[in-house]
């Protein structure tokens, strides 16, 4: 059994793209980040970046205490060491599946999270910020895009954690694209979308979004308006 603690974002959705595809059995722990839960001091004993997700695995692989991870990338890896699924059978597959997630933590996800910022959710439109990060959004699905052109998944023909890692991340109406302008991501997105496991894991998304009330302001400023001695 696995304790997941998640929020429907973009990284909440990673760890159950996987747990779906998997079949591991897990339970939902919801940490509603708009009211600040992530700062509660038993979460943060798992996840000391007070940031969801996070798991707490009871049945780990070598049979001993259950060990919890934080950091979506992380757990995904995590996951895949765990069950010898996703993260690639060779040296080389595990090569391709390692790199294209890591791009995602230090490129995609970063740079997509500040153009929802600047362009959603910020309290005045600084026209700077929206350019530079509508920009660094496009480029980065032109790196998709053109990876995707002669191979089904971002590490080659199987689907993977890199995969699971960076769909969540593709919304083009909310980061001001158009998936007609990427076929080959468009295509990709696609097949990922239409996986039972894909539907299955949303599903879970929107049982626990119906316990969540619109974005307030009082939860923006819990959100963006973090400091050290937030989380003390």
């Given amino acids: 059994m696995i304790d997941l603690y998640y929020w429907p974002t973009p ?11 998997a079949g591991l059995e897990y339970t ?57 699924r996703f993260g690639g059978e060779s040296v080389r597959a595990r090569a391709e599946v390692n790199q294209w997630l890591m791009w995602q ?11 929802h910022h600047f362009r959603n959710y910020a309290p005045e439109k600084v026209p700077y910020a929206i350019d530079r990060y509508l920009k660094e959004t496009n480029r980065l699905y032109g790196v998709l895009d053109r990876r995707l052109a002669d191979r ?6 199987d689907y993977s954690i890199a995969d699971m890692a960076s769909y969540p991340w ?43 009330a619109p974005m307030s302001e009082e939860a923006k400023k819990v959100l963006f308006g973090q400091t ?5």
């Fill in 28 to 84: 939902i722990k919801p940490v509603n980040i708009g009211a600040g839960e992530q700062f509660q001091p038993d979460f943060l004993k798992i996840a000391p970046n007070n940031r969801m997700p996070a798991i707490v695995d009871h049945a780990p692989k070598d049979g001993g205490e259950p060990v919890s991870v934080f950091e979506s990338g992380a757990i995904l890896l995590y996951l895949a060491e765990k069950t010898g």
């Fill in 170 to 212: 593709i919304l083009p109406d909310a980061q001001g694209q158009d998936l007609a302008d990427f076929p080959n991501l468009a295509r990709w997105h696609e097949a990922i979308k239409a996986r039972p496991a894909t539907e299955r894991a949303y599903a879970r998304a929107k049982e626990v979004q119906a316990q969540s």
């Fill in 11 to 21: 990284n909440g959705h990673k760890i159950t793209l996987f747990l779906e595809e």
């Fill in 105 to 115: 933590m230090g490129g995609l996800g970063p740079m997509l999270g500040q153009n």
């Fill in 152 to 157: 089904r998944f971002a590490a080659g023909d």
């Fill in 228 to 232: 050290a001695a937030t989380g003390r």
